[in-house]
């Protein structure tokens, strides 16, 4: 699949957050079969999204001793959905040997890892691939502006641990703010938003999974789905 991007000029972006956009994402077809790779760019212009372009992504959703969950408000320097709150860190596995692995979604895991300490300054050790429980995948569309979008097959990754703000860097090219909070109060900051204004496939996943997950985190391996690929949004 060809994609274009010779007409889009990045120059009115944020310098480094033009240079994430040359990373190599994982082109995948509807299966999450690999088919190619491409720049994270090409892959989130709608252009090439209209034409069926689809790469692998991770959500993960780290909660602390309390049961709360960790979210965090993009950037304004983000090239897509700026200043949108949303699950604690959300991005993709990249064209390489070691985030390729798919046994045990382990290239996945290692992903995950490794954006959680540069988007969060959270130390690898602090989340252990082998903590990451890994509950099932998405498959959505979602337009940011005219051109730019999301068009992913995401695994879903829980992450529980004794986490604290100590254990918290924020990267403020990355993360505006970030916020613990309990079922309860994110259930009334999403039925009751206000300001708050939540990134698309985080409302898919608390529109159609999050809340029974988060009341069953005692119990997630009966959540888990881990063959089906649900289709949200379509």
């Not at 390489?96 to 890892?113: F, M």
């Amino acid at each position: 699949m060809s994609s274009k991007t010779d007409n889009v000029n990045l120059d009115k972006y944020d310098e480094e957050q033009v240079k994430l956009m040359q990373e190599m994402c994982i082109v995948v077809n509807e299966k999450d079969e690999k088919i190619g790779a491409d720049t994270k760019k090409n892959c989130h212009l709608m252009e090439n999204i209209n034409k069926g372009l689809l790469h692998r992504a991770f959500s993960v959703f780290l909660f602390n001793s309390e049961n709360k969950l960790l979210l965090q408000q993009r950037a304004n320097e983000k090239i897509t959905f700026p200043d949108l709150w949303t699950n604690t860190c959300c991005s993709h596995p990249l064209n390489t040997p070691l985030e390729l692995e798919e046994e045990a979604q382990i290239g996945a895991r290692r992903a995950a890892q490794r954006k959680l300490e540069h988007e969060l300054g959270i130390k690898p050790e602090k989340v252990p691939l082998d903590d990451f429980v890994f509950l099932t995948r998405i498959h959505y569309l979602a337009p940011s502006d005219g051109l730019w979008g999301e068009h992913e097959v995401d695994y879903i990754l829980f992450i529980r641990g004794d986490f604290t703000f100590d254990d918290i860097v924020v990267n403020k090219n990355e993360v505006k703010a970030a916020e613990f909070l309990s079922l309860d109060e994110l259930r009334k900051k999403f039925n009751n938003p206000g300001d708050w204004k939540y990134t698309p496939w985080f409302k898919l996943i608390c529109e159609n999974f999050l809340f029974k997950w988060w009341e069953k985190l005692d119990d997630l391996e009966s959540s888990k789905d881990v063959l089906t690929i649900h289709k949200l949004g379509f």
